[in-house]
Structure formats: structure tokens, C-alpha cells
């Protein structure tokens, strides 16, 4: 959540600076908050769906074309400042609306939900990796 937010702080921040020190500052600082971001959609696939990770996966990389098709269009209809401007509340506002809603079955979300108390029930439904040959 935190990271997502200021992912779109600094692309607002980025967007209307005129200094080139302060643009490559605030780029250098977006690249590392969206590695954060990535990696945590990423990390929590398998937990989402234990035996449907290829296709929870698949969702996850989905949304960055649906999101890419969209700024593109924004990009093509504005001037760049104000294009880059909206992607950047665009970014605060998938981060205050979206992030909450995520909920993984036994573990509680950032709003709703209850954990599951009993551990072995919890990791009942994950992705269990077979080893290799011994």
C-alpha cells in the first residue's frame, strides 16, 4: 500500500519537476519502490490459490497490459505533463482502492476478514513443490 502511493507521489512529483537532478532523483526513487511492488504481487500468487498458481500468475501479469493498453491511450489524447500527471493518481489511486481489497484465504486482509488459527489448515491449499530426485 505505502509503496504504491508514493510510486505515485513521485511520478506526479516527477511530472511536474523542471530540474534534471530532481527528475532523475525521483526516477531513481520510483524504480526501487516499483521492485517493492512487483516482487510483493508476485510473492503472495501462490498463496492466493495454492494448486492454480500458473493462472493466479497469469492474472497478476494481465493487469500490467490492461494498464499499459489504457495509458497508452491517455498518453496518445494528452499533452505529455498532464499525461504523466494522471498516471501518477492513477498509481494513488489503485494503491488506496485496490491494495485493501486483496485477501488471501486464512490470513487477514488490511480491512475484513478473520486468520485462521489453525496453521496446518491454512497452508492446506498451497503450491507444494515436488523435490528432486534424491
Known sequence: LLSMVAQGLLIVLWARTTDFVLSLIYMSLFAILIQMSCATCYGIVPY???PST??????VGAGGNVGAVFLGCIYRSLDYETAAEYMGW???AAGLLGTPLISIRGYRALLFGAEETNASKRMSD?????????
Open 90 to 92: 492513477l498509481v494513488v
Open 54 to 59: 500458473g493462472a493466479v500468475a497469469g492474472i
Open 48 to 50: 492466493v490459490h495454492g
Open 126 to 134: 498451497t503450491l507444494i513443490v515436488p523435490a528432486g530426485p534424491s
